[in-house]
């Protein structure tokens, strides 16, 4: 399916923050593309990359920077990965994709090193542009974002800790990706009384209370979650 032109080469430095340092880390680029995030976590100090990418020109160019390669999809990887090597396992964009999310990150456990952690972005389907549509009896595929016409799965804020509590995770660390508009509009929300009005709509919709928080308001611009998750050991 054809995906817009940088689709395969951003770099995901927006990930960066949520890693521990780097120096002489294993890495797992789940969904790697073509390399970029790579390239950018080995000038940061990271001693030996993986990468899976099932397209395979974006794979090839990846080639160049990794030190291994899987050009297929990550359930047909699966097998090939060497267990309890990666500090850290990267799934920027990838685990709406999947037929099953939960049963991927539950067989990446055995891959990370005891204290390691899975980094990844997903979409927001509670975005308020998301709601308009509906609203407006629409629901359609775009090129990439949230409504990508390659995504399987759809998640919330709490869609995303129940997803990974599921699979033997505890999420430690999550951060929103909002629209700038948010820093203008969620005040001007407050003093129109906005969010009394949401709760009215959602009572009427499906005849269930809703009472939200102010730091949920947020939730309507954020278009990803970016989080890091590691395992609960018993």
């Not at 500090?87 to 055995?110: G, N, T, Y």
């Not at 505890?170 to 203008?184: D, G």
């Not at 919709?205 to 730091?215: A, F, Q, V």
Request: hydrophobic letters at 40%; proline letters at 5%.
């Amino acid at each position: 399916m054809e995906q817009p032109g940088d689709y395969y080469s951003k770099n995901r430095s927006e990930l960066l923050d949520l890693m521990p340092p780097l120096e002489g880390t294993a890495v797992l680029d789940v969904g790697c593309g073509e390399g970029g995030l790579g390239r950018l976590l080995k000038e940061k100090g990271c001693s030996r990359i993986y990468g899976i990418e099932p397209v395979t020109d974006a794979a090839r160019i990846a080639e160049t920077a990794y030190d291994r390669i899987f050009n297929c999809d990550v359930e047909s990887a699966m097998e090939s990965l060497p267990e309890d090597l990666f500090d850290i396992i990267v799934c920027a964009d990838v685990l709406e994709h999947l037929k099953d999310p939960w049963e991927i990150l539950e067989r990446l456990k055995k891959n990370l090193k005891r204290n390691g952690a899975v980094v990844a972005s997903i979409p927001n389907i509670r975005n308020g542009r998301v709601i308009g549509r509906l609203l407006r009896g629409e629901f359609g595929y775009d090129k990439e974002g949230i409504l990508d016409k390659t995504h399987l799965r759809f998640f919330t804020f709490n869609g995303i800790i129940r997803l990974f509590g599921d699979c033997g995770y505890k999420v430690v660390q999550i951060v929103p990706v909002y629209y700038k508009e948010a820093e203008t509009q969620i005040p001007l929300w407050m003093q129109n009384d906005v969010p009394a009005k949401l709760e009215d709509l959602a009572r009427i919709l499906t005849g269930s209370e809703l009472k939200l928080r102010d730091d949920e308001l947020l939730d309507f611009f954020t278009f990803q979650f970016l989080l890091r998750a590691v395992p609960v050991r018993q």
